[in-house]
């Protein structure tokens, strides 16, 4: 019995620092997404009701190896307002995702590629938008999509 026990304890401490070392978590009332472990956030800005912004709310989170050139910010869009999409944008593309109806395109910005997935929710629009050196880009995909497909509104 008190072999098993010792096991159960082994077992269950080494399973949860396998889960708990994947990924943080950014929640607040009315999101929450995923996001590298390594990774930190630098920023949760809300900007005063008569600042022209496109956004409601921004929050960024980084790879701290490689500074903001590797970032992902998600942003509740405000009502009536869209993502400034540039020009150059790239295979732009309905999507949905976790059932709400959207778009996802990326451009090239000076020496980065971003992508940029926007949802429609009832809560509001929401866009993710991730961005990384050119070279670097294919290989952040992984983090990239932990944030995205993670991401969820509150109901």
């Given at each position: ?40 956030q630098v ?64 451009y090239p ?32 995909l992984k ?13």
């Open positions: 019995m008190k072999h098993r026990v010792l096991l159960i304890l082994i077992f269950s401490v080494a399973v949860s620092g396998c889960l708990g070392d994947g990924y943080s978590v950014f929640e607040n009332h009315e999101i929450i997404f995923h996001y590298p472990a390594s990774w930190r920023s949760f800005i809300h900007p005063p009701v008569d600042v022209d912004t496109h956004y409601e709310y921004a929050v960024t989170v980084t790879d701290p190896e490689r500074g903001p050139e590797t970032a992902a910010t998600v942003e509740k869009l405000k009502l009536n307002r869209s993502y400034p999409a540039p020009e150059g944008v790239l295979d732009k593309r309905n999507i949905s995702l976790r059932g709400y109806p959207g778009v996802e395109f990326s910005e000076n020496e980065s590629m971003v992508r940029v997935t926007i949802i429609s929710t009832p809560r509001g629009r929401y866009a993710i938008v991730c961005r990384a050196g050119r070279d670097d880009f294919e290989g952040d983090s990239f999509d932990l944030i995205k497909y993670s991401f969820r509104v509150k109901s």
